[in-house]
């Protein structure tokens, strides 16, 4: 099982302008191959199917933990594409009516989609519109086999988060950017030191690939700067203890990038502290929530202060 925190895992900026190219070009590490829903899917599927598991149960642990953590992924993923479709709105945008045609004059470059399938929100689909598939889970059964391809499949993801790094400079994107690299050379390292225990070969000193560091990001800086690249986060109340057998040490030199040179590798236990989710208007010519939505909201009022006094 699974539970759910209504937080992000850290705070995001909203997009000062809509920035629907930077919405669609972000879409790629949400629903692509090396998309955060395929490092879900795949950790959660090798998870589900792992044999011998209490026999080796840090390296369950590990792959369970990691793969819960990434739920959040998809979460930050896809609210800084609804901040980047969004803008700085903040009040109900009831201003287009139906004879104007308010999104004729899209600018080239725009997921449709995003207009026409979600009332402009995140999709489960790659840079293409094209959706994200079951064919992207790998999950062999064999340990090596799957570590390895975590590790495969964690540096394929960074390469393409840098490469989206530097086709936008919108803040929310940027952001959720700068945390992804920290976190997910958290785990690339993860899985390297697993098949270091499992074979002895020094996975880790293959990191970072490509060879350029998290600090030359500014936006991951400040979280290299408070220690995230060290911290690897528990998330569940009883379970996966066992991961911290895996995540302690020294962690390396190269990977710290002079900063914390010397610390231990800290397994937290508990999920991060997290950020609030961005307010998303309703835009009546979107009908999202509806064109006139006064009714749904005053029952929705309702129950939300019935709940409260519960």
């Not at 207009?115 to 293409?128: E, F, K, M, T």
């Not at 499992?198 to 293959?206: A, D, E, F, H, I």
């Not at 109340?237 to 057998?245: C, K, M, V």
Request: net charge negative.
């Amino acid at each position: 099982m699974m539970l759910r925190i209504d937080r992000l895992p850290v705070e995001l900026p909203a997009s000062p302008k809509e920035d629907p190219v930077a919405a669609k070009n972000v879409q790629e590490l949400l629903g692509g191959r090396f998309g955060e829903m395929s490092t879900l899917m795949n950790y959660t599927y090798q998870s589900f199917g792992m044999r011998s598991r209490e026999k080796i149960r840090p390296y369950y642990a590990l792959i369970a933990n990691i793969a819960a953590e990434e739920f959040g992924h998809i979460e930050i993923v896809s609210a800084s594409i609804n901040s980047c479709l969004n803008g700085p709105r903040t009040d109900f945008d009831d201003s287009g009516t139906m004879e104007e045609g308010v999104w004729k004059d899209l600018p080239s470059g725009v997921f449709g989609g995003h207009y026409i399938a979600s009332g402009q929100s995140a999709l489960p689909v790659d840079s293409r519109g094209m959706p994200w598939t079951g064919d992207y889970v790998f999950s062999s059964g064999n340990l090596i086999l799957d570590l390895l391809h975590n590790f495969f499949l964690e540096n394929g993801a960074r390469t393409q988060k840098l490469r989206v790094y530097q086709m936008t400079d919108n803040p929310a994107a940027r952001t959720m950017l700068g945390y992804l690299f920290v976190r997910g050379g958290v785990h690339a390292l993860a899985y390297a030191r697993a098949l270091e225990t499992l074979t002895g070969v020094k996975m880790s000193q293959m990191l970072p690939i490509p060879k350029i560091g998290n600090a030359t990001c500014p936006e991951a800086r400040k979280f290299m700067e408070g220690g995230l690249h060290l911290k690897l986060y528990r998330l569940s109340p009883n379970d996966y203890r066992e991961a911290g057998t895996i995540w302690s040490g020294e962690a390396p030199k190269e990977y710290t990038e002079g900063y914390s040179d010397g610390a231990q590798l800290e397994f937290v236990d508990a999920p991060p502290s997290g950020g609030d989710l961005a307010h998303l208007a309703g835009i009546a010519s979107s009908f999202a929530p509806e064109y006139a939505p006064e009714e749904i909201m005053e029952i929705a009022n309702k129950l939300y202060k019935k709940a409260k006094d519960l």
